[in-house]
């Protein structure tokens, strides 16, 4: 039995013509459409691949649910008119009546607001290299936490250049930009890019503007500074529902509006939301401080977790990042896909 699913113990079938009914051991009822019972015939999808058969369009419009029975951890239905017998596997349907969560515990969201009164030590996922690469039931538990609290840190990754690439082959797929597959943050004369200076940046995400927006980001310390350069990191979902219930309208504004394409007279209360949220960001309340160590490595969704540094100088003491991006897709699907396979193994 797989994390989630109900007792396969039925206490009672029932079925009206739309929908049938499992009243669960444990008390719980679960209902099922009929026409979603007709659409998920197992007879309409490939057994290997699970690709569906047929089209929707194939489906009759109104199946009525003539008979529901169960039998040996099977239940059975006929639906009026029709001469099959559709064969639905109790452990499917508890699977299904479950839900996603709790098939999938790395899409249920975490939101954390007062990120000072956090540790990043304390309380987020920490794993080492060695752990997170020998270990797959420790990486999945790592990668969990990663998607439900927006970051997670390694430890011990080899202080060498590019062994970034190495510790995010275990979580995802790098995605090249015209940075390069690994970009560095380090201070240069007169750089292109703030990120090479020695300022204080303040929370942001990166590229907001490419198609798609990078998924996650992973930054490698190599050289810390021991004066400055603390890094900050802000839960931006959890900012915008502060927003929400704080300023209502203001929310509205931000996640309805397209600023460049207002009218001259509705960009002041653009700008009123806006500020309001910029303001967030910079209260300290909000904020997770912390300095990453030489051979840490930090991911966060590079769409929600908003991160900045705090200034320093690097003519007394230098400081070298190496950063690259991940493809969110990849990240999701391996933490699944890897679940899936630590499960198949116990069976
Ligand atoms: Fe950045």
Excluded at 131 to 142: E, F, Y
Aim: proline content about 5%; aromatic content about 8%; some cysteine.
């Amino acid at each position: 039995m797989t994390d989630g699913e109900q007792s396969l113990e039925v206490r009672r079938v029932s079925a009206t013509p739309e929908a049938l009914s499992v009243e669960w051991q444990s008390g719980a009822v679960s209902e099922f459409s009929s026409l979603w019972l007709r659409d998920n015939l197992r007879e309409h999808r490939d057994p290997h691949s699970g690709q569906r058969l047929i089209d929707v369009t194939e489906l009759p419009a109104d199946p009525r649910i003539r008979t529901a029975r169960s039998a040996d951890g099977v239940v059975l239905i006929e639906w009026q008119g029709e001469t099959r017998t559709g064969r639905f596997d109790l452990g499917w349907l508890a699977a299904q009546a479950a839900g996603i969560a709790a098939q999938r515990p790395e899409l249920e969201r975490r939101l954390w607001l007062a990120g000072s009164e956090l540790s990043a030590e304390r309380d987020f996922a920490w794993a080492t290299f060695r752990a997170a690469r020998s270990d797959g039931h420790a990486r999945l538990a790592w990668l969990t936490r990663l998607l439900q609290d927006g970051i997670a840190f390694l430890s011990g990754v080899p202080r060498e250049e590019r062994a970034i690439l190495g510790a995010m082959s275990l979580v995802g797929r790098v995605a090249e930009t015209n940075y390069g597959l690994v970009f560095d943050v380090r201070s240069v004369p007169q750089p292109a890019n703030l990120a090479n200076s020695d300022l204080g940046l303040g929370l942001h995400t990166d590229n907001p503007y490419r198609e798609p927006v990078p998924g996650f980001q992973a930054l490698h310390a190599l050289v810390t500074s021991p004066d400055g350069g603390d890094s900050l990191f802000a839960d931006g979902c959890a900012l915008a529902e502060h927003l929400r219930a704080t300023a209502p309208q203001a929310f509205a504004c931000l996640s309805t509006i397209a600023p460049l394409a207002l009218p001259a007279r509705a960009m002041p209360a653009f700008y009123a939301a806006y500020r309001r949220f910029a303001a967030l960001l910079l209260d300290p309340r909000f904020q997770l401080r912390m300095k990453l160590a030489a051979d840490d490595l930090v991911v966060f969704d590079n769409q929600r977790t908003l991160h900045g540094r705090t200034a320093f100088t690097s003519a007394r003491h230098p400081r070298h990042l190496q950063g690259c991006y991940l493809t969110r897709d990849s990240v999701y699907s391996g933490t699944g896909l890897l679940r899936r396979e630590l499960a198949a193994a116990h069976r």
